[in-house]
Every structure is written in structure tokens, then in C-alpha cells.
């Protein structure tokens, strides 16, 4: 038996493998075993990555590495941005509630993904924890900006659309919502240079670019963030790879406040 996932294919999710998923947690023979145990629930979708069908989960490899940053920021509210069908918020969820941190908030635009991830979580026992807010992103942003008025959250983890992640970024400064020390993980940066750039950039270069995206954001009416250009982060890369096998990395960054 192979160790890893099926390969990634033309057509990859959103074609009923997400509810095949939770039929097979359901009718699984270790079922019964899975009720409070998230471990036994993210075991039984790996089983089914690697012999049913492709899933996009963040995986054991990546898992592990942001699970060691959830312990040793012990954040209070995490935030990610994609939640898919739960595996994320299962094992980082888990990992916070051990860590003695209060909420893991997951943002999910499809309503079919966000109720398989709500049967799991529930099934993990894991509802007191996770909070799963369905719909796009940064409405949910704006929303959480109310919620928690006029304070950094602790720590986000960013794993939804790659070419979304500068500016949610940006409108998660903008918000308030990053600010001095908070952690941002981001899952999949080998294939995010703008990201990269973004994060690791100096505060005179960040200046220059929110200028000239000044100009854009009138001519097209876009909902394009400015951010905060004067925040700095201290960043990292961790190589790792994907539950294929694939070679990725994650970007961990810690913001340090106006430069
Ligand atoms: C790679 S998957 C997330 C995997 C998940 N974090 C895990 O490891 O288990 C990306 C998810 O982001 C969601 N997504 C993409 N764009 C979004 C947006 N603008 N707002 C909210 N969710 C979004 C997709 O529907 C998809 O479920």
C-alpha cells in the first residue's frame, strides 16, 4: 500500500468525491471508534486519499509542521482561510484546543464542503472549538473585524486560492485583524511568488507598490486591498511536501509591527 495520495488530476474536487468522503467515514468499520477522536477521523480520510480519490488536504507532512507552530505560539483564535472538507481544521483545531487556545475559525466558500467539514468536526467533537463560517472570504473578514474589534487575532493559516493571498493579506492588515504579533501560516508558497515577495518585502519597497496599486484600484473599482505597507514581518520557509509526495513549502510569518 502506497503511503501517498492519489495523484492530482485535471478534474480534482467538487465532483461528488467530497460526499463519497463522508459515506465512507460513515459506513467505515473503525466508525464507531472515530466518535471524539480526530485522529482516527483524519487517518480514515488519508485512507481515502490514497485509495479512493485526490482530496486537497494540507496533509500528515505540513500538518505536523504548522501543529509545532500551534504549540509554540499557543495562539487564543486561529483563523484559516480555506477549510475544504475539515481536514485542516480537525488536526489544527485539536492541536489548539491542547494547546489551551479558545476558537479555530474556519472560512469556507462552498456550502457542500462546509457541511461535510460540519459532520466531521461534529463527529470529532470538536463543535465547542471550531466555528466554520460559510461563504467568500473576505466577507467572513470583514464580519470577524466586528466580532473582535480593534485587536490582532493571534494566528491565520492561509490555504485557499493562491492568487487570493496578497491581497487577503492586505485586507486582513487593512482590518486590523494582522497586526503586531501575529502569526501568518501559509500553505502551498512554491507556487506563490507574489506572496513571497509580499512578506518578505522591506517597508520602502511595500510603500512603492501600494502607490502604484493606488491608481489601479480606482480605474477598476476592484476590491483590491491596499494593506498595511508599514507592517514588517520576520518570515520563513519550511520545505515540505504534499500528501502526493510533491514537493512544497509553507511560509511562517510573524509580524512585528509598523517599520
Ligand atoms: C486547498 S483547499 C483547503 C484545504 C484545507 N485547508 C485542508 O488542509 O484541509 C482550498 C479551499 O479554499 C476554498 N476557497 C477558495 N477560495 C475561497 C474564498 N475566496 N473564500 C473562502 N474559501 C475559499 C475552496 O472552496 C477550497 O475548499
Same mark, same amino acid.
Given at each position: 500500500?502506497t503511503q501517498?495520495?492519489?495523484?492530482?488530476?485535471?478534474?480534482?474536487?467538487?465532483?461528488?468525491?467530497?460526499?463519497?468522503?463522508l459515506?465512507?467515514i460513515?459506513?467505515?468499520?473503525d466508525y464507531?471508534?472515530?466518535?471524539?477522536?480526530?485522529?482516527r477521523?483524519?487517518a /480514515?480520510i488519508?485512507?481515502?486519499?490514497?485509495?479512493?480519490?485526490?482530496?486537497?488536504n494540507?496533509?500528515?507532512e505540513?500538518?505536523?509542521?504548522?501543529s509545532?507552530?500551534?504549540?509554540?505560539?499557543k495562539?487564543?483564535?486561529?483563523?484559516e482561510?480555506g477549510?475544504y472538507?475539515?481536514y485542516s481544521?480537525?488536526?489544527?483545531?485539536?492541536?489548539?484546543?491542547?494547546a489551551?487556545?479558545?476558537?479555530?475559525i474556519?472560512l469556507e466558500?462552498?456550502?457542500?464542503?462546509?457541511s461535510v467539514?460540519?459532520a466531521l468536526?461534529?463527529?470529532?467533537g470538536?463543535?465547542? $472549538?471550531v466555528e466554520?463560517?460559510?461563504?467568500?472570504?473576505?466577507?467572513?473578514?470583514?464580519?470577524?473585524?466586528k466580532?473582535?474589534p480593534g485587536r490582532?487575532?493571534?494566528?491565520f493559516?492561509?490555504d485557499?486560492?493562491k492568487?487570493?493571498? $496578497?491581497?487577503?493579506l492586505?485586507?486582513?492588515e487593512?482590518?486590523?485583524l494582522v497586526s503586531?504579533? $501575529?502569526t501568518?501560516?501559509a500553505?502551498?508558497v512554491?507556487?506563490?511568488?507574489e506572496y513571497?515577495e509580499y512578506?518578505r518585502?522591506?517597508g520602502?519597497k511595500?510603500?512603492? /507598490?501600494?502607490?502604484?496599486?493606488?491608481g489601479?484600484?480606482?480605474c477598476h473599482?476592484s476590491?483590491?486591498?491596499l494593506?498595511?505597507?508599514d507592517?514588517?514581518y520576520?518570515?520563513?520557509?519550511?520545505?515540505?511536501?504534499e500528501?502526493t509526495?510533491?514537493?512544497?513549502?509553507?511560509e511562517i510569518?510573524?509580524?512585528l509591527?509598523s517599520?
Amino acid at each position: 500500500m502506497t503511503q501517498f495520495y492519489l495523484p492530482e488530476q485535471a478534474i480534482y474536487h467538487n465532483d461528488g468525491r467530497e460526499q463519497r468522503l463522508l459515506e465512507f467515514i460513515l459506513s467505515h468499520p473503525d466508525y464507531a471508534l472515530m466518535k471524539g477522536c480526530p485522529d482516527r477521523i483524519l487517518a /480514515a480520510i488519508d485512507e481515502y486519499g490514497r485509495e479512493k480519490a485526490f482530496l486537497m488536504n494540507v496533509g500528515t507532512e505540513k500538518g505536523q509542521i504548522v501543529s509545532k507552530v500551534i504549540s509554540r505560539v499557543k495562539p487564543g483564535v486561529i483563523v484559516e482561510l480555506g477549510g475544504y472538507i475539515g481536514y485542516s481544521a480537525l488536526l489544527f483545531g485539536d492541536a489548539l484546543r491542547k494547546a489551551g487556545g479558545r476558537k479555530y475559525i474556519s472560512l469556507e466558500v462552498s456550502p457542500i464542503f462546509a457541511s461535510v467539514s460540519a459532520a466531521l468536526v461534529g463527529l470529532a467533537g470538536l463543535s465547542d $472549538t471550531v466555528e466554520i463560517m460559510v461563504g467568500p472570504c473576505r466577507d467572513s473578514l470583514r464580519a470577524l473585524s466586528k466580532a473582535y474589534p480593534g485587536r490582532g487575532l493571534d494566528m491565520f493559516f492561509f490555504d485557499h486560492a493562491k492568487v487570493e493571498y $496578497t491581497n487577503d493579506l492586505k485586507l486582513c492588515e487593512e482590518l486590523g485583524l494582522v497586526s503586531q504579533g $501575529t502569526t501568518v501560516v501559509a500553505d502551498n508558497v512554491s507556487r506563490n511568488p507574489e506572496y513571497l515577495e509580499y512578506v518578505r518585502a522591506s517597508g520602502a519597497k511595500k510603500m512603492k /507598490a501600494a502607490d502604484e496599486n493606488k491608481g489601479l484600484t480606482l480605474c477598476h473599482e476592484s476590491d483590491m486591498s491596499l494593506g498595511r505597507p508599514d507592517l514588517r514581518y520576520e518570515t520563513s520557509v519550511v520545505h515540505s511536501i504534499e500528501p502526493t509526495g510533491e514537493p512544497d513549502a509553507v511560509e511562517i510569518s510573524c509580524c512585528l509591527g509598523s517599520s
